[in-house]
Each structure stands twice: as C-alpha cells, then as structure tokens.
T-cell receptor
C-alpha cells in the first residue's frame, strides 16, 4: 500500500506564475489535508477536503490560493500569481473514510521556490 | 484552543550522550500526541504516537516519549544518540473529533562527534 504521494517534490516558479501541487492520498482514504511549512516554522493547517467538497479552508490565504479534490484523480493545491512569500514546503496528509482522525498520514511534501 | 510549545529551538548534544526534547501542550479535551522527525529537505516521518493506554510510548530508532497529563507534557527521549539522529523534530497534537494537527515550531537536534 503506497503512502501519500505528492508531486512534484520540488517546484520552481517565477513571480506571477501559477503553481499546481498534487496529492494522491493513500488507498482507501478520502479525506485530504494540506499544510504549509514556512522556513524555520512548524506546519500550519491550510485546508481539509473530502471528495468533491471543501470541509474547512480556514487556514487558506483569502486570495490566490485554492484547493480541490475531484471525484477522480489527485487533490490539487493551486497558487495563482505566486510571490516570494509563497516559498515554502507544502505537505499533504490523508485519513480513512469514516474514521475519527486520530492519525493522518503525511506525504513527503512539495518544496516551492519562487524566484 | 489547542497549542503546542517546543521550548528549545536547537539542542546540541555529543554522540552517545542522552537527549531529551521537550514538548508541552494545552488542550481542554483529551489529546492524541505525536512526534515527527524531518531530515533536511525530506518529509515528515512518524517517530511515535500516544493515542491511549500506557503513558510510555516507544517508537522507531530507539526513541521513546512519556505522556504526562498533569504536566501536559510529552517529552521525547533517547538514551544514546547517533550522528544520524541530526534532524528537526516536531511535536504535534490533535484530539477526538477534530482533524487538525497543531504542530510545534520544531527542535533542531544537532549531534556532535
């Protein structure tokens, strides 16, 4: 059973471009969470999605950031018109259907560098 | 609201010496506690977790942690560290019925030869 898969592992974008980060949850998991780790900081919750639904996006910046988890395919975190301050590691986690979230499984992260 | 405090941002220690990385949390409900390790430019690897039961939890790579409810602590310990333990360590808390993990700011463990 493969773990949570994130790609790309490293992404470089110029200011003003769009960044798309992908996350495939573990098999059988339909709950996905995105976290952001800014340099020298811990991880901060961004958004929680279930298939085709955003459950909680309280940690998402109000502008330029969006997330989706379609019926088919991976979850996508999209950052439009990136700025240098978006440079960070973005981690995805998943948990099983119907389970109380006592444990989420984390991916390896995508490191976004904005130049 | 839940919070996690990792008091030490950096801990230098000589090889084969013991180490303790401190983690304190605050929560008004029952908690689940985790320690993760992050090697440079790598993802998060789960070291150990406390969900219920025995308050002394053993994890991978010789690490263990003790859940102390009265002191709201979950300190990580290893009796003898190796150079390869050099990494950043994160404490995290969550609780029943919530999906958010609250992470501490991390402790950078540097093992010296």
């Amino acid at each position: 059973n493969a773990g949570v898969m994130q790609n790309p592992r490293h992404l470089v974008r110029r200011r003003g471009q769009e960044a798309r980060l992908r996350c495939s949850p573990m098999k059988g998991h339909s709950h996905v969470y995105w976290y952001r780790q800014l340099p020298e900081e811990g991880l901060k919750f961004m958004v929680y999605l279930q298939k085709e639904n955003i459950i909680d996006e309280s940690g998402m910046p109000k502008e330029r950031f969006s997330a989706e988890f379609p019926k088919e395919g991976p979850s996508i975190l999209r950052i439009q018109q990136v700025v240098r301050g978006d440079s960070a590691a973005y981690f995805c986690a998943s948990s099983p259907v119907g389970a109380e979230s006592t444990e989420a499984f984390f991916g390896q992260g995508t490191r976004l560098t904005v130049v | 609201a839940q919070s996690v405090t990792q008091l030490d941002s950096q801990v230098p220690v000589f090889e084969e010496a013991p180490v303790e990385l401190r983690c304190n949390y605050s929560s008004s409900v029952s908690v689940y506690l985790f320690w993760y390790v992050q090697y440079p430019n790598q993802g998060l690897q789960l070291l150990l977790k406390y969900l219920s039961g025995s308050t002394l939890v053993k994890g991978i790579n010789g690490f263990e942690a003790e859940f102390n409810k009265s002191q709201t602590s979950f300190h990580l310990r290893k009796p003898s560290v190796h150079i390869s333990d050099t990494a950043e360590y994160f404490c995290a808390v969550t609780s029943t019925g919530t999906y958010k993990y609250i992470f501490g700011t991390g402790t950078r463990l540097k093992v010296l030869a």
